[in-house]
């Protein structure tokens, strides 16, 4: 069954709230460095292929504006990845989970070509959120020109959507584009009315998502694309921050999450790759900020945060795999010389304990979250992507989702 709007009613204007949420914390994430990555990372054009699924799907393109003006937008956009991901989660039709599929693009850029519109794929649709997460961290603002009707078009046409089952016992397939920026909807060649029937008439919804002042945002027809792409309009200050809050369970995930970290057996030809990029992203995202350390390692506590494709662990776990097809040479060193039995024996263990603490970093998450809301006392997060999206939320469940957000009356 396809859905354009939302998962069970709410579900897509949550995974839209989450998936830009929550104004940055006071440090300025774009200025952080990328650690151990050395040099600009490339675009992940062959991130891995989300897996077959008989469960409900949400297929969510990001296209980001990362012109000069954009670093605040860029923050919230790394800070909020691991909120879809908890908020995810806990989503299921008929006991079956959600599977998130991401693609990124940014555009306005002018380190971008300019015979390409300025836009760039930095990943085609991918579970794999390691890489997401740096693919975001490596967005630089610089420049731009903004087309919008062309970077929406691109994202309706090169991206691998499911195709619709009208069959209304079938799981739920979400899709959409949300698009965010702060220039005039209309500039560009390619006109946002033509480009977002293309994605409409296969019943892909457009979200669209302005940085600035609600009404600017309706002036420069950001609503109207909306309306156009059957989605939500809203309206954020894109810049405004957040004080960060220390709890007493920040070192008690952060430990937890290296425990979790040793329970991952690299196998295949890229295993090392994805290793070493899970320790990276792990280091990013707490450098950046303690709540985004804590957030993505209750993300990796998670069913969706998933490495079948160079964990053993993980791969173990799907009935078709068979460890004896495995290449002995590109295990640990000090696990090449096992028999399969004795292999198996480590996987089971360090299955088992993944699990055990998987529970410790939820039940630590929850315990800090708890403490959070105890303490934040009078700060407000008006204004905010998360208050005008949560509001949306809010909206669509009792009304059957307007194409308008009226939560912001800037």
């Known amino acids: 069954m396809l859905n354009r709007t939302v998962i069970s009613c709410s579900c897509a204007c949550s995974l839209l709230a989450g998936s830009l949420a929550l104004s940055t914390a006071t440090v300025s994430l774009a200025s952080k460095p990328i650690s151990n990555v050395e040099g600009p990372v490339p ?11 008989d469960g409900p799907v949400v297929q969510l393109a ?3 504006d990362t012109s000069n003006s954009m670093d605040g937008l860029i923050d919230q956009a790394r800070a909020q990845l691991w ?5 995810m989660s806990a989503m299921q039709q008929d006991c079956e989970p959600v599977q998130l599929q991401v693609a990124l693009f ?4 002018d380190g971008l070509e300019g015979a390409d519109g300025y836009i760039e794929l930095r990943t085609p649709f991918t579970t794999d959120l390691d890489i997401i997460s740096e693919q975001l961290f490596a967005l630089r603002t610089n420049g731009g020109s903004e087309f919008c009707g062309q970077v929406i078009q691109q994202a309706a046409d090169g991206l691998g959507w ?3 089952n009208n069959d ?16 005039p909807f209309t500039q560009g060649a390619t006109p946002y009315q033509s480009a977002i029937p293309s994605a409409t008439n296969r019943g892909i919804a457009v979200h669209t998502v302005f940085c600035g002042p609600r009404a600017e945002g309706i002036a420069t027809f950001w609503q109207d694309g909306a309306t156009l792409g059957e989605g939500r309009y809203c309206a954020i200050d894109h810049n405004k921050s957040v004080v960060e809050i220390e709890t007493p369970f920040d070192k008690v995930i952060g430990k937890l999450n290296v425990d979790l970290n040793a329970t991952y057996i690299r196998f295949g030809d890229k295993g090392r790759e994805y290793l070493n990029r899970q320790i990276a992203q792990d280091s990013v995202n707490y450098d950046s900020a303690t709540r985004l350390g804590a957030s993505r390692a209750n993300a990796k506590a998670s069913g969706l ?5 160079w964990d053993l662990v993980d791969a173990s776990a799907d009935d078709e795999f068979d460890l004896d097809g495995i290449e ?3 295990l640990p060193e000090h696990l090449q010389g096992l028999t399969s039995e004795e292999l198996q024996e480590v996987i089971d263990a360090a299955s088992a304990n993944r699990k055990r603490i998987q529970a410790e970093i939820k039940r630590n998450y929850t315990e800090r979250m708890r403490f959070i809301a105890e303490h934040q006392g009078e700060q407000k997060t008006e204004g905010t992507l998360e208050a005008v999206l949560l509001d949306a939320i809010s909206k669509a469940m009792t009304s059957e989702g307007s194409s308008d957000s009226e939560s912001d009356d800037r």
Do not use: C, H
Request: net charge negative.
């Open 168 to 183: 209304p016992a079938a799981p739920t397939i979400t899709r959409m584009i949300v698009i965010a920026g702060n220039e």
């Open 106 to 109: 940014q555009y306005g850029n």
């Open 62 to 64: 990001l296209l980001l």
């Open 162 to 164: 499911i195709e619709p």
């Open 305 to 309: 945060y998933n490495n079948r494709i």
């Open 43 to 53: 675009p992940a054009l062959n991130a891995p292929q989300p897996a077959p699924t």
């Open 83 to 87: 909120s879809v991901v908890n908020e």
């Open 328 to 330: 002995k040479e590109s």
